[in-house]
């Protein structure tokens, strides 16, 4: 066979084994990701008490809105019997997820969060979820995360542009005052949840806020179930 071919056959493998590194449904630009997320397209979170194999459950299920606290106390006041949160959420209001995160922490009963196989539990529900003293993240089930920032606000960014450089500058510093303020609240509340600080700075802040100039796509990272269990995410088995 000419030299030449087999060359090209070669590559040509190559490439192929490339081409099959990223599993059959999992997203290629955020290889330990799915494709198609399966975590709700209620734009706020909806919250419904139900009872499953004889177990009081609340499916949660939605965006993480402002009001989502206050929702979320009333449900587990008016049902005292909720033993289980199952999540999935597409994320939301950073500092919601954290004080729903409380929320759940707080009340009298001992409540267990789950995220069920099949389900994503994304950006500011990574807190939401984090509330429970008794966590369980399925085997097929997808605890996904990124690195947190205070540029959601298309509109405030857009206004400001209009408004000149002086308005454009001053939300540069107030967005980086913010982010700040919230890693400083992003530590602290792993701290009082039990959950390895080590999330943050070897997962969450290593994962890019958004794609980069030198080719790299991925803005999202999903725990392997070794990874949950080893930063304490998960502390119960699936």
């Known amino acids: 066979m000419n030299y ?13 084994i490339g ?23 209620n734009k706020t979170m909806e919250l419904t008490p139900k009872m ?11 965006a993480v ?17 909720i033993s289980e949160i199952w999540l999935r959420s597409s994320g939301g ?6 004080e729903a995160g409380r929320v759940i922490r707080e009340a009298d009963a001992l409540i267990i969060t789950r995220i069920p196989a099949g389900w994503t539990c994304f950006s500011a529900c990574n807190f939401v979820f984090m509330g429970g003293r008794a966590r369980i993240v399925e ?17 405030a960014i857009n206004y400001s ?9 001053g939300l540069i510093g107030e967005v980086e ?29 290593k994962t890019n806020a958004v794609k980069t100039e030198d080719g790299d796509k991925s803005t999202r990272r999903c725990l392997t179930t070794e990874e949950a269990l080893r930063y304490n995410v998960a502390n119960v088995g699936g």
């Open 4 to 16: 030449k071919i087999k060359t090209a056959i070669v590559i040509a493998s190559l490439f192929a």
């Open 19 to 41: 081409a099959t590194d990223v599993k059959p449904g999992m997203d290629p630009d955020n290889p330990t990701c799915p494709q198609a997320p399966n975590w709700s397209t």
């Open 52 to 62: 499953i194999d004889g177990t009081k459950v609340l499916l949660a299920e939605g």
């Open 65 to 81: 809105d402002r009001d989502l606290p206050d929702r979320l106390r009333k449900v587990l006041t008016e049902n005292p019997d």
């Open 93 to 98: 209001v950073a500092r919601a997820g954290n």
């Open 139 to 155: 085997p097929g089930a997808h605890f996904m995360v990124h690195m947190f920032t205070m540029t959601n606000d298309r509109n």
């Open 161 to 169: 542009i209009e408004m000149g450089t002086d308005s454009t500058v």
């Open 177 to 205: 005052q913010q982010s700040a303020l919230l890693a400083t609240e992003d530590n602290d509340f792993l701290i009082r949840m039990g959950v390895s600080r080590k999330l943050l700075s070897e997962v969450m802040y």
